[in-house]
């Protein structure tokens, strides 16, 4: 009922992107899993689109076009949708810069919250629209519009840089490490 409700709004974000789910069939109390490749057994409507993710290794991945099949991956258990920064027709020139914001383990989200005005601050700074989405469980996520021809190692580089900057601004409220068991305790 939910998908359906925001299908109007959700289906133009999702629009000609790559989608991977996370499918939780047992119910949103249980345990999920990540699911890359579309289903072999689906029905003829549902739409895909085949990509490299690392050449030559192509995958065929669900593309949700429409109500219908926004519909069907809920029947799935997919509770989370997490569409690729970049479109089907142009798989490795994304058209989103994004600043993934996800707490230390312990770490109440408040402390999310008041990170990721902080790095809107920064972005405003420095002329960057952007808005923000919930990640899943506990994070948000800062989407930078951006025009598409960068490569994904080049916007993530950026990506990168505008983090460090941001980080070594607020060193105890940000962290850049990459592995979380590194991740200072009560950081974002």
């Known amino acids: 009922r939910y998908y359906l409700a925001v299908a109007p709004v959700i289906l133009s974000h999702l629009h000609e992107r790559p989608v991977v789910l996370t499918r939780y069939p047992d119910g949103a109390g249980t345990k999920g899993f990540y699911v890359q490749r579309a289903p072999e057994h689906r029905p003829s409507w549902v739409t895909t689109c085949t990509t490299s993710i690392k050449p030559p290794k192509e995958l ?7 109500t219908a099949m926004l519909a069907w991956v809920a029947n799935l258990g997919a509770i989370e949708l997490h569409p690729w920064y970049s ?22 989200f408040e402390k999310v919250r008041a990170a990721a005005l902080l790095v809107k ?11 923000i989405k919930t990640s899943g469980a506990t994070g948000l996520h800062l989407f930078v519009p951006i025009v598409r ?21 607020h060193p105890r409220l940000f962290t850049t490490e990459y592995r979380i068991a590194n991740r200072p305790r009560g950081t974002v």
């Open 149 to 169: 021809g960068p490569s994904q190692r080049e916007v993530h580089t950026v990506a990168r840089d505008i983090a460090v900057a941001i980080a070594a601004r």
């Open 87 to 108: 479109r089907c027709s142009a798989p490795s020139k994304p058209d989103y810069l994004v600043i993934d914001l996800d707490p230390v383990e312990g770490t109440r």
């Open 60 to 66: 065929t991945f669900l593309r949700i076009e429409s």
């Open 121 to 131: 601050e920064a972005l405003d700074a420095w002329s960057l629209p952007a808005f």
